[in-house]
C-alpha cells in the first residue's frame, strides 16, 4: 500500500536517494524564480507549481475545485520529469527553449508536448529553468489558458 503524500518535503523524502538533490536543486530553481501568485503544492502525486483557487476561482476545466496547474515536477523509474504546460500553450516559448537548449545542456532535449525529460540528473540546465519559470506571469498563464480551453457560452 502506497502512502499518501501532501506535502513537498513528502514527496521529496518519498524518492530515491540519488534523486534527492537534483530534484531539490531543481524545486528551489523553480520556486526562487516563479513570479508571484504561484503556489507549491502536490498535484498529479508530483511538486506542483499552481495558480490558486483564490487568484483564480474558476480552477482547472477538468476539475474546477482544483487549483490551475502550470509546472510540475517528479523523479519517474528512469529520469527526473518537468512538466511545463506554458511549453505546450505558447508556441514562442516552446521555439525559445528548443533554441537554447543546447547551449545549456550537453545532451540532446528529451521532450514530449510540454514533458521534459532529464535522464542524466547531473546534467540539468538549472539556469534555463531559472528563466524559463520567469518567463511567464500567473496572469498571462490565466489569459492564455482562457483563450485555448475555457468554455465560451
Known amino acids: 500500500m502506497q502512502m499518501a503524500i501532501n506535502t513537498p518535503e513528502e514527496y521529496l523524502n518519498s524518492i530515491a536517494e540519488e534523486r534527492k538533490v537534483p530534484v531539490s536543486k531543481l524545486r528551489d530553481t523553480i520556486l526562487e524564480n516563479l513570479p508571484k501568485g504561484f503556489e507549491e503544492k502536490i498535484s498529479y502525486g508530483m511538486l506542483g507549481y499552481v495558480i490558486p483557487l483564490d487568484l483564480y476561482p474558476d480552477g482547472y476545466h477538468c476539475k474546477p475545485e ?5 509546472i510540475n515536477i517528479g523523479s519517474q523509474k528512469n529520469f527526473i520529469v518537468m512538466h511545463h504546460l506554458g511549453l ?20 540532446k532535449l528529451d521532450m514530449g508536448k510540454g514533458c521534459v525529460r532529464f535522464k542524466k540528473p547531473d546534467d540539468i540546465p538549472y539556469a534555463l529553468v531559472a528563466e524559463l519559470a520567469r518567463k511567464i506571469t500567473p496572469g498571462q498563464w490565466i489569459e492564455q489558458y482562457e483563450k485555448v480551453y475555457k468554455r465560451k457560452d
Open 88 to 107: 505546450y500553450a505558447f508556441t514562442d516559448l516552446l521555439e525559445w527553449f528548443q533554441d537554447e537548449y543546447p547551449k545549456h545542456c550537453k545532451y
Open 66 to 70: 482544483q487549483a490551475l496547474p502550470f
